[in-house]
């Protein structure tokens, strides 16, 4: 099995090599001067022989908050760390939320019903040849992402953590229903709904 790891290894060119730089995703995060990255790693799974995707989490040093929750950024990993958690470093933002440009052709890319990729000029061009919907978004005409902050758009306020009846963080909590007051190794916790 040793063997063919390293057959492996050579092959896919990952010898004794780390990587350094990685490309994901990013999350939404309360930490200050940081935003935290979603990086998809690909692991072998030796017993069954194949790769399997898996993912990773990084906070990445952003004093600036140039990212914004949904944005595709490149993250290099830092020399000296932070802190414990602040281990890589915002290269740039390679593609803003809804903004995705192929790679091999440069054009605009855009996902329709029952997500289907396909291109902004070959929409416009089946808009020309069928006539064109009132309902559809045009993205030349639209206002740069983040304009509504603080109108409508509050993605750039802290995030706050909701918990359940017994104090357990719970994601997927709806905040309907009637108010609770909850106590938590004897601290008040703010109310909320159930």
């Given at each position: ?41 690909f ?73 289907k ?78």
């Open positions: 099995m040793a063997n063919l790891k390293a057959e492996l290894n050579q092959f896919y060119g990952i010898g004794s090599q780390t990587l350094k730089m990685f490309l994901g995703a990013c999350k939404p995060c309360d930490k200050k001067n940081a935003t935290k990255v979603m990086v998809s790693k692991v072998l799974d030796e017993n069954l022989f194949a790769f399997f995707k898996e993912p990773q989490t990084y906070f990445a040093y952003d004093p600036d908050k140039i990212c914004k929750v949904g944005d595709i950024v490149l993250i290099k990993e830092l020399k000296e760390k932070k802190t414990t958690l602040i281990t890589h470093e915002i290269l740039k933002v390679l593609y803003p939320l809804g903004d995705i440009t192929d790679p091999l052709t440069g054009r605009k890319v855009t996902n329709t019903a029952f997500n990729t396909k291109f902004r000029d070959e929409l416009d061009e089946l808009c020309k040849f069928y006539g064109k919907n009132p309902n559809r978004f045009i993205y030349k005409d639209a206002p740069p992402r983040g304009w509504q902050e603080g109108k409508r758009d509050f993605s750039d306020k802290v995030i706050t953590v909701q918990y359940n009846d017994d104090g357990i963080q719970n994601r997927y909590q709806r905040n309907y229903g009637k108010p609770v007051n909850l106590k938590y190794k004897d601290k008040q916790l703010p109310l909320f709904r159930v």
